[in-house]
């Protein structure tokens, strides 16, 4: 990663706040959040459902739908309007237009809070603060990750081609890649309790892909900026991946990451 690793990245709201990018993530986002819930739910040992809990950075909403699954009511706050407009509308969830780093709630108000692919857009030390003053005594702070592994199981080229060609074609933007450790996490008044790991496989026929590789912040980078068209995106993304696919017409494509758990002190 280029630049400064401790700056989160500025072009974060460009990114997600286009009408165009939330509908393209709306269209083409796999929804894994609900395997990280259960997970989530064991982990705390959790028999009935919590009061309330808060997403933040929810997107479309799709981590705020797995997390009813654990919590009676459900916030789900994020920097975009756009994005909001795509979440689905529930009774149990309530959306804000809302940053990371100035959460629109009283003290101690939430059982859990919960990050999904999210935090390293956020100034960590301000967030951290906020996460830790919404709490309740003892309550949960959640931060998991949903990485594109970049593997077609029946075809290892695909691999290579993503690494080699497609992420020089479209480069990660910057965002904040440092660790985050025990004393990180005690720093900001935090016990760290466990890191775990997931996983999950995603099938998709070639335009599924295409849909979802277009959500990817390398693809809005250069969307948003002008540099490349969406159209000419998706002429090149169609072209490039087809001939790898198998002749039955899906792919399985591996998904997974980190879960940190972190309860506050």
Known sequence: MGGD???????????????????????????????????????????????????????????????????????????????????????????????????AMGDAAIDLVTVSSAFHWFDRDVFLAEAKRVLRPLGWLVIYNSFFFSRMKENADFGTWFTSTHL????????????????????????????????????????????????QTNVSAVVEDGSRTLEEVREYLVREIGPFFPATGRGTFEFGGPIWYLRSL
């Open 5 to 103: 690793e401790r700056r989160p990245c500025t072009q974060a709201a460009s990114l997600f706040d286009a009408k165009s990018a939330a509908w393209r993530y709306a269209r083409g986002r796999p929804y894994h959040q609900d395997v990280v819930i259960e997970r989530v739910k064991a982990r705390l040992n959790l028999d009935g459902k919590l009061d309330r809990a808060l997403d933040v950075a929810c997107g479309t909403g799709l981590s705020c739908i797995a997390l009813k699954g654990i919590a009676k009511k459900v916030c789900g706050f994020d920097i975009s309007v756009e994005m909001l407009e795509q979440a689905e509308r529930n009774e149990r969830i309530d959306y804000a237009v809302c940053p990371a780093e100035r959460l």
């Open 168 to 215: 020089k074609e479209f480069p990660t933007p910057p965002r904040d890649n440092r660790r985050f450790d025990e004393d990180d996490a005690e720093r900001a008044g935090f016990t760290f309790v466990e890191r775990e790991w997931y996983t999950n496989d995603v099938s998709w026929d070639a335009s599924q892909l295409v849909d979802y590789l277009l959500t």
